[in-house]
T-cell receptor, first 114, second 117 residues
Framework: AQSVTQLGSHVSVSEGALVLLRCNYS??????LFWYVQYPNQGLQLLLK??????LVKGINGFEAEFKKSETSFHLTKPSAHMSDAAEYFCAVSPTGTASKLTFGTGTRLQVTL | EAQVTQNPRYLITVTGKKLTVTCSQN?????MSWYRQDPGLGLRQIYYSMNVEVTDKGDVPEGYKVSRKEKRNFPLILESPSPNQTSLYFCASSPITGTSDDKNIQYFGAGTRLSVL
């Protein structure tokens, strides 16, 4: 079985500041890891994914995440926050990349202030 | 445009009145799934389907039914809705065969907000 823990249900940053959203996972087999973003009144869309290979993964809108096996983490970062980044972010894990086994975290709502 | 379409977007109903939320995708994806999203709980899977006529329970299937008679459609049925099924529901689809870059990436509909009184 796999699980995901997102630390902090709400994160607030100033525009231009670093964004750091934390995600830790547990998985009995090598995981595939995902970050999804949900803008208000919309469905989820994929930000980035880690499957195999390079542990630093770049996604859309300037976001990136680093897979750290020793820390079982997959934190999401962006060097400079923009007002348009305000949304809810979900980390998700699947044990083999199989769509049916995707487990989501509880989400982190990002607020960006002027 | 490639998309997952859910209808209706908003629905208010009363306890016990059967309802169906439709989901349709135009990407020829094999896999489809239903989730419910509740505050503090994230997304929890209700049912999923690996292909036509193949469905299976997710983590919270009680009180729900699904069918997959056609590849593009995956309706969610609440035969006797109860207030604890008030939630935001999402349908998703994914390609699970082939070599495309989006294999196993789930594409989501815009959501259906259901209130059961």
């Amino acid at each position: 079985a796999q699980s995901v823990t997102q630390l902090g249900s709400h994160v607030s940053v100033s525009e231009g500041a670093l964004v750091l959203l934390r995600c830790n996972y547990s998985s009995s087999v090598p995981p595939y890891l995902f970050w999804y973003v949900q803008y208000p009144n919309q469905g989820l869309q994929l930000l980035l994914k880690y499957t195999t290979g390079a542990t630093l993964v770049k996604g859309i809108n300037g976001f990136e995440a680093e897979f750290k096996k020793s820390e079982t983490s997959f934190h999401l970062t962006k060097p400079s926050a923009h007002m348009s980044d305000a949304a809810e972010y979900f980390c998700a894990v699947s044990p083999t990349g199989t769509a049916s086994k995707l487990t989501f975290g509880t989400g982190t709502r990002l607020q960006v202030t002027l | 445009e490639a998309q997952v379409t859910q209808n209706p977007r908003y629905l208010i109903t009363v306890t016990g009145k059967k309802l169906t939320v439709t989901c349709s995708q135009n990407m020829n994806h094999e896999y489809m799934s239903w989730y419910r999203q509740d505050p503090g709980l994230g997304l929890r899977q209700i049912y999923y389907s690996m292909n036509v006529e193949v469905t299976d329970k997710g983590d919270v299937p009680e009180g729900y039914k699904v069918s997959r008679k056609e590849k593009r459609n995956f309706p969610l049925i609440l035969e006797s809705p109860s207030p604890n099924q008030t939630s935001l529901y999402f349908c998703a689809s994914s390609p699970i065969t082939g070599t495309s870059d989006d294999k196993n990436i789930q594409y989501f509909g815009a959501g259906t907000r259901l209130s059961v009184l």
